[in-house]
C-alpha cells in the first residue's frame, strides 16, 4: 500500500499510463472533477464513468486504498484544503457562468501556477532556448494553439523557431533532424494523444533540451529536462488557460531580454521588412 500522505491526484498521476482501458478512462473521469469523489458512491462513479462497479474497486485497491470509502475521506481532507483543482464541480452553477467566477478561477490558477514555479527555473529554461541552434514547438489538438502563439512570440528574436508538425507534415521528418543544440518546448494540456510521450523520449534520445508545459493533473515525464505545470481549473466544464497564456509571455519576455543586441537587430531588421513591403498599417484607415 502507498503511504497514505500521497495525495488521492498524486496516486492517479504514478499509476495513469499503466492503467487498462476501462481504468483509464474512470481515471480521465475522476481527474477532470477529483473533488466530487467525496459525494459519489461507488455505484454512482461507476454509472457517472460508465464502467462497472468491479472496476472502480479495482482501480482504488491499484491507487492503494483498502476501500472507496478510505478514498472518500482523503479527497474530503484535501478539500478542506482549499485547493482549488478539489473544489472544481462537475455541475454547473450561476457562479460559474458569471463574470466575477471566471476572474476569480484565473486569478487561482495564475497564484497557484507561479507560486509553484521558481524564478530560477524560468531562467534556465529562457537561457536554453535563447541558446539553442533551433528552437521546435510542438502541441496536439487544444496545445497546437499555444505552440503556435509560443512560436509567433520567440521567432521575433529567434529566427529558427519552427511550430512542427506543419500542414501535411509528419512529426518525424523533424525529428530526424534533432540534435543536442537544438530545444523542443511541448505542450500537453489535456487530453493529450498517445504519441506525445514517445516525442519527447526520442528527443531526450537525441540529446536536445526538453521543456514540457502540462496540465496540473498530469505526471511530468521523467526524460523532460523541465515540467512546468500549469493550473487549468475552469469555473465550468471547460479548462481555463489563463496560466499557460502567461507562462508563454514570461519565458518569451525572459527570452528577449538574454537575446539582447542580437534580439533587437532582428526585431530591427522586422520592422524595416514590414516597411518595405507596407505590410502594417501605421495609422487607423
Known amino acids: 500500500m502507498q503511504e497514505t500522505s500521497h495525495s488521492f491526484v498524486g ?3 504514478d499509476s495513469l499510463e499503466d ?9 480521465d473521469f475522476v481527474l477532470d472533477f477529483p473533488g466530487d469523489l467525496a459525494s459519489y458512491t461507488a455505484s454512482e462513479l461507476a454509472v457517472l464513468a460508465d464502467v462497472s462497479n468491479s472496476t472502480v474497486s479495482r482501480f482504488i ?5 483498502e476501500s472507496f470509502d478510505e478514498a472518500r475521506r482523503q479527497v474530503r481532507a484535501e478539500k478542506e484544503t482549499g485547493s482549488p483543482l478539489f473544489l472544481s464541480e462537475a455541475h454547473a452553477t450561476s457562479e460559474s457562468a458569471s463574470l466575477d467566477g471566471h476572474l476569480q478561477q484565473s486569478q487561482r490558477n495564475l497564484t497557484a501556477t507561479f507560486a509553484a514555479t521558481s524564478g530560477a527555473r ?3 529554461v529562457a537561457q536554453g532556448i535563447a541558446g539553442a541552434n533551433r528552437v521546435l514547438v510542438v502541441g496536439y489538438r487544444s496545445s497546437h494553439a499555444f505552440a503556435v502563439y509560443f512560436r509567433w512570440q520567440i521567432i521575433q528574436v529567434a529566427e529558427n523557431t519552427l ?7 509528419t512529426i518525424g521528418e523533424y525529428l530526424a533532424g534533432l540534435n543536442p543544440g537544438d530545444f523542443l518546448v511541448v505542450f500537453g494540456m489535456r487530453r493529450r494523444v498517445q504519441q506525445l510521450a514517445a516525442v519527447i523520449a526520442f528527443a531526450a534520445k537525441a540529446g536536445a533540451k526538453i521543456l514540457y508545459i502540462t496540465d496540473s493533473q498530469s505526471p511530468p515525464h521523467p526524460k523532460a529536462t523541465w515540467t512546468i505545470h500549469c493550473v487549468t481549473t475552469g469555473p465550468g466544464p471547460l479548462d481555463n488557460h489563463v496560466a ?3 507562462l508563454c509571455d514570461v519565458l518569451a519576455t525572459r527570452v528577449m531580454d538574454l537575446k539582447g543586441a542580437t ?7 522586422i520592422e524595416v521588412a ?3 513591403v507596407d505590410e502594417m498599417a501605421s495609422r487607423p484607415r
Open 11 to 13: 496516486r492517479i498521476r
Open 19 to 27: 492503467l487498462p482501458s476501462k481504468e483509464r478512462r474512470l481515471a
Open 244 to 246: 499557460v497564456m502567461a
Open 122 to 124: 524560468i531562467a534556465e
Open 274 to 276: 514590414h516597411e518595405a
Open 163 to 169: 511550430a512542427i508538425p506543419g500542414a501535411g507534415e
Open 263 to 269: 534580439g533587437r537587430k532582428r526585431l530591427a531588421a
Open 61 to 65: 485497491r491499484r491507487l492503494g486504498y
